[in-house]
Nanobody
Framework: VQLQASGGGSVQTGGSLRLSCAAS????????MAWFRQGAGQRRELVAW???????SYARSVWGRFTISRDNAKDTMYLQMNSLKPEDTAVYYC??????????WGQGTLVTVSS
């Protein structure tokens, strides 16, 4: 399975970005998917996840600001990020929503939020 995360960039506090995750090599529609992030010197953390049927859930730190979605016809997942804060600065990765077994993480996409 190959995952390609894109859409990162540099924004100021309060700005918005939309991340995309294109998947290949799997039946995307059958998988629960998730966004993760890893800040400098920090552990990778789960940000948001979306089940195959579309049900979503979020980490408390992003609830109300981020929206996860998916387009199964395009094998693509999205993360709309609004009201960005400096603490959102991290490399963002996409992967399946799992309790231990993940696909290759790929390069991720860097989000930098300046104050």
């Amino acid at each position: 399975v190959q995952l390609q995360a894109s859409g990162g960039g540099s924004v100021q506090t309060g700005g918005s970005l939309r991340l995309s995750c294109a998947a290949s090599g799997t039946i995307f529609s059958k998988n629960a998917m998730a966004w993760f992030r890893q800040g400098a010197g920090q552990r990778r953390e789960l940000v948001a996840w979306i089940l195959s049927g579309g049900r979503t859930s979020y980490a408390r730190s992003v609830w109300g600001r981020f929206t996860i979605s998916r387009d199964n016809a395009k094998d693509t997942m999205y993360l709309q990020m609004n009201s960005l804060k400096p603490e959102d600065t991290a490399v963002y990765y996409c992967n399946k929503y799992s309790h231990g077994e993940y696909w290759d993480w790929g390069q991720g996409t860097l989000v930098t939020v300046s104050s």
